[in-house]
């Protein structure tokens, strides 16, 4: 089932700004797969002055070929040539090309690959054609290669570009729209399981974006997300075994590098580098206690940040030899019993993203973090959520709940009360503002309360 276009209002007015210029303008998209970037260049691309062509994996003489076939839609009789390289091809777009025409290269690294010298081509045609009103796009899942061909200093294409365009997961607050749900803990259940990757809302569609869901698409060794994880590093890794090792034991409970450096029998040091991949591909993140140092590395913890890839590595991947032996009933109904626990984890990351998108009591504050550390009495001490206001004034102190009741409202006061008390940074601040967050609540107008769908519709 497609989806209506959700969201990326900004990069569509970004990318149709540039496309209307009245110089010929470059622009590049990347981002993993599946998150929308080929739909973005749909929506947004002129229809009656764009070729649009999807790259992919044959011969570079076939798909000079094929993007002539597609050419000679918009330009009679491009087709009608055999080009033998493509300096030929793309020197006669350029020269025959209607003033204001789009060339539009999704998958560009699949033509890089076998073509590396395809950006030199293209450097030396955008710079002596920048005054004709042509425009060129190049759009790709692998990160790693749009990057180092648009951003790389080295790179031919690097300065180039009008607009560099990331284009990343959706927001939270976007999956109900796409999956028709709207009560916070069906948005919550919903996002635990999915993520922000478009393209998995409309698999998931398909299927009711339940229970079901998961099983045909994710459990079943048949299904197309059974393996995703896997296709997303091939797009990016070289060498794929170590990086999928190390998302496999985050995803499982470890969190520190040293943790992960003994489970793989390496010196952490060796990891350094790997570990900063993952980190810049938006595949794991640093979780560090409010106010820590950033380089500091005595307190970091590694987090998958992605909770489709979350799920399955908690889930999926140790149960891989049980779902190819059939198993795929058993293994769900295991985990639908650890599910609420899974999903709290995503409640609170959540909920620490939409704090700096919400105004509470009247104060704006910075995105929020947790904290742990010896409390005020020298005993160990964990808050969820700790926030500063922007004018570093006030200090939120919050309790992340997925789920409360009025008896257990009661006794999170107490605690908050008790774990404000004991909270070192406290007397730093003239304010300090106590709040319960609770994705699902029977218990009304209690002050101290912020309830799921104001979070949700932050994250939008």
């Known amino acids: 089932m497609r989806l209506s276009f959700l969201d990326r209002e900004n990069e569509k007015s970004r990318l149709a700004r540039a496309l209307s210029a009245e110089e010929g303008t470059f622009c590049c998209l990347y981002g993993r797969r599946r998150c929308g970037k080929s739909r973005l260049l749909q929506e947004t691309l002129p229809k009656r002055r764009s070729v649009y062509f999807v790259a992919d994996e044959r011969e570079s003489s076939l798909q000079r070929a094929a993007l002539a076939w597609t050419v000679a839609k918009l330009v009679p009789g491009f087709d009608q040539v055999d080009y033998p390289n493509w300096n030929s091809l793309l020197g006669r777009w350029w020269q025959d090309a209607p003033l204001g025409a789009v060339l539009a290269l999704d998958e560009f690294p699949y033509l890089v690959k076998p073509s590396p010298e395809l950006p030199s081509v293209l450097q ?12 060129l796009v190049v759009s790709g899942s692998s990160q790693r290669m749009m990057m180092g061909l648009v951003l790389d200093a080295s790179a031919p294409l690097y300065g180039r570009a009008r607009e560099i365009i990331p284009v990343k997961p959706l927001g939270a ?14 948005l919550l259940d919903s996002y635990s399981l999915w993520g922000g990757i478009p393209r998995y809302w409309e ?9 079901e869901a998961v099983r045909q698409l994710v459990l079943d060794p048949l299904g197309v997300l059974h393996d995703e994880p896997r296709r997303l590093l091939l797009d990016d890794m070289r060498e794929t075994a170590q990086a999928a090792s190390m998302l496999a034991l985050i995803g499982q409970g470890c969190h520190r590098m040293s943790e992960i450096a003994a489970r793989l029998g390496k010196p952490a040091t060796s990891l350094t580098r790997p570990l900063h991949r993952l980190l810049e591909l938006g595949l794991i993140r640093r979780d560090q206690p409010f106010g820590s140092a950033r380089k500091s590395s005595k307190k970091t913890l590694y987090r998958l940040d992605d909770p489709f890839l979350a799920f399955w590595f908690r889930y999926v991947e140790p149960n891989r030899s049980g779902l190819e032996a059939g198993g795929v009933t058993t293994v769900l109904q ?3 019993r650890d599910f609420n626990r899974y999903r709290g984890e995503t409640w609170e990351h ?9 105004v509470i009591d009247g104060i704006e504050w910075t995105p929020g973090s947790r904290w742990w550390g010896a409390g005020m009495d020298k005993i160990p001490l964990e808050v969820d959520l700790i926030a500063e206001s922007t004018d570093k004034k006030s200090l939120l102190v919050g309790e992340v709940k997925s ?18 008390e004991r909270l070192p940074i406290s007397k730093s601040y003239r304010r300090i503002v106590k709040k319960i967050i609770v994705a699902d609540t029977g218990v009304q107008r209690a002050k101290i309360l912020i309830p799921g769908r104001n979070v949700f519709s932050a994250l939008r």
């Open 173 to 186: 607050g976007w999956i109900g729209k796409a999956l028709k749900v709207s009560r916070a803990t069906d």
């Open 203 to 211: 698999l998931a569609n398909d299927y009711g974006g339940g229970w």
């Open 403 to 420: 789920t409360i009741t009025a008896r257990e409202l009661k006794r999170a006061e107490v605690e908050l009360e008790l774990k404000v």
């Open 350 to 358: 959540l909920v620490r993203q939409a704090v700096a998108r919400l």
């Open 334 to 336: 295991e985990i639908r």
């Open 124 to 135: 030396r045609l955008l710079d002596q054609n920048r005054p004709k009103p042509l425009h």
